[in-house]
């Protein structure tokens, strides 16, 4: 009863320049750790879950990550899960 699932998402653009700066990597090389950790996360969620990895209709919340950037959409979060928290 306490769990809130979320899904984010984001543009394939912004995926790819985060995972470049972040790893110190080029598109190419990103582009496959993005490839290769999608699969890891999709194939583990199909595992354990009813629905499929990505369907909305999983989640009580889907985000993309790239309109707010990834301090606007943690600091979106953090209310959101403290919103939940306080409905009891």
């Keep these: ?4 699932s979320i899904f984010i998402c984001g543009n394939q653009q912004f995926k790819l ?3 470049m700066d972040k790893l110190g990597v080029d598109a190419e090389k990103a582009i496959e750790e993005i ?3 999608d699969r890891s996360r999709k194939n583990y969620h199909n ?6 990895w990505g369907d ?10 790239d309109v707010l950037g990834m301090e606007g ?3 979106m979060l953090i209310r959101y899960i403290r919103a939940f928290q306080e409905k009891d």
């Design 73 to 75: 959409t943690a600091e």
């Design 56 to 65: 909305a209709r999983a989640y009580d919340l889907t985000v993309k990550s």
């Design 35 to 37: 490839k290769a950790v």
């Design 47 to 52: 595992y354990y879950c009813e629905m499929k």
């Design 1 to 4: 009863p306490n769990l809130i």
């Design 17 to 19: 320049m985060r995972v």
